[in-house]
């Protein structure tokens, strides 16, 4: 059964960085085709912030975060990073990361019915 499991989220100060990991078990990432990160503020709904082809290495970012966050990918370990930067309070969430189901061949895109593994997410805090 494939898992995906985030890990790296924390509290940091406005201005701050962090990195976060997001392990596949089982399967390849680039079996997935193409993988999000997700958040969720308090009050709020799951927003998508951003993908990247696992094939290729094409990335897109909502502009909120464009500029400030980085997706990348390290196949050998089955793992796909979100390094964020210059971290503002209102990237307090939690942040979750998913995949399309395995063998996909769909174009990416944010909309949350396209993924079908999600992890169970990491909180990130920011303070000003």
């Known amino acids: 059964q494939v898992q995906l499991v985030e890990s790296g989220g924390g509290s940091v100060q406005a201005g701050g960085s962090l990195r976060l990991s997001c392990a596949s078990s089982v399967v390849n990432t680039d079996n997935f085709n193409c993988m999000g990160w997700f958040r969720q503020a308090p009050g709020k709904e799951r927003e998508g912030i951003g993908y990247?082809?696992?094939?290729?290495?094409?990335?897109y970012y909502v502009d909120s975060v464009k500029g400030r966050f980085t997706i990348s990918q390290d196949n050998a370990k089955n793992t796909v990073y979100l390094q964020m930067n210059s971290l503002k309070p209102e990237d307090t969430a939690m942040y979750f990361c998913?995949?399309?189901?395995?063998?996909?061949?769909?174009?990416?895109?944010?909309?949350?019915?396209?993924?079908?593994?999600w992890g169970q997410g990491t909180q990130v805090t920011v303070s000003s």
């Open positions: 990247i082809y696992t094939r290729g290495s094409g990335t």
């Open positions: 998913a995949s399309f189901p395995v063998g996909s061949t769909r174009v990416c895109g944010l909309a949350q019915y396209l993924f079908n593994y």
